[in-house]
């Protein structure tokens, strides 16, 4: 096959220093028109993207997938470091340079003569260094993006709490306050109280997930999947049969939910 890239052998098509050389060409006065007139902001949405893609690899337990959308995401971080070069701001090897620096100092008991004992004290000691590495003042929370989806930030601030022993000791407490929240939906005075409502009820769902070692926006999205599938069965369903959901009754309805579930086992 030929080479697109000049000077670059297959060998050199492995290096990560072929990428960062691939995408300053791109952005060159040479390079292409596209490339070169992106800004952080308007490939914002692509950086996005990027990472459902490899997190839906990753829930399809797909190496193939995965393999290729880690590739995109690594575009997508190299093209910024390169926009952020071209403004004079910072480049690739700062950025690299930066996260090795975090890495060595947050695991002293690896690179340092610090002992730890579990998990937990890595954690501890984790989220002391990050404390101490903190130029002012300020929440230990403030450094989880606000921008994430409400059930991920969920978890991310709960989990950051729990490295400092905010937790409960066991789940039956976490069980016990999820139906208590459920209870107050039904009793609440107003839509007003009613949403706050579901908003407590899903924010101890989501602490339970977390304790649970399950990723919250994970499961969500097998469960979308799976209704998909299901309600795209059941249309399939009534189609071969002449039917119309909407002509359905609720109990025919739910009798044809439940064959389209023993279908797809």
Not at 34 to 63: C, F, G, M, P
Not at 67 to 89: N, P, T, W
Not at 199 to 205: A, E, Q
């Given at each position: ?20 050389k ?11 028109p ?9 490939i ?11 997190l839906?690899?990753l ?7 995965l ?17 952020a ?6 480049d690739?090897?700062?950025v ?10 947050r ?5 340092g ?11 501890a000691n ?14 230990m ?23 400092v022993g905010f ?5 039956s407490g ?20 009613e ?71």
């Amino acid at each position: 096959m030929d080479n697109l890239f000049t000077g670059t052998d297959d060998g050199e098509l492995e290096s990560f220093e072929t990428l960062v050389k691939i995408i300053a060409r791109l952005r060159g006065p040479d390079g292409c028109p596209w490339d070169r007139k992106q800004t952080h902001q308007s490939i914002r949405d692509s950086l996005l993207e990027e990472t459902y893609e490899v997190l839906s690899a990753l829930d399809n337990d797909d190496a193939v997938s995965l393999r290729e959308e880690l590739g995109d995401l690594l575009l997508q971080i190299v093209l910024h470091s390169q926009i952020a070069h071209d403004s004079s701001e910072f480049d690739i090897s700062q950025v690299i340079r930066l996260i090795n620096e975090k890495l060595i100092r947050r695991h002293p008991h690896v690179f340092g003569n610090t002992r730890t004992e579990s998990v937990t004290e890595v954690l501890a000691n984790w989220e002391e260094i990050k404390q101490s590495e903190r130029k002012e003042r300020t929440s230990m929370l403030d450094g989880v993006p606000a921008a994430m989806p409400a059930l991920s930030y969920s978890q991310a601030i709960q989990k950051r709490v729990a490295r400092v022993g905010f937790d409960w000791e066991d789940d039956s407490g976490v069980v016990e306050k999820v139906a208590e929240e459920a209870r107050e939906i039904i009793t609440s005075a107003s839509r007003e109280e009613e949403e706050k409502e579901f908003g407590d009820l899903l924010f101890t769902l989501a602490n339970l997930a977390r304790r649970q070692g399950i990723d919250l926006e994970s499961a969500l999205r097998g469960a979308n999947l799976r209704f998909y599938h299901r309600f795209s069965t059941m249309e399939k369903l009534c189609f071969e049969r002449g039917l119309k959901i909407k002509d359905l009754c609720f109990e025919e309805q739910n009798k044809l939910w439940e064959e389209a579930k023993r279908l797809e086992v």
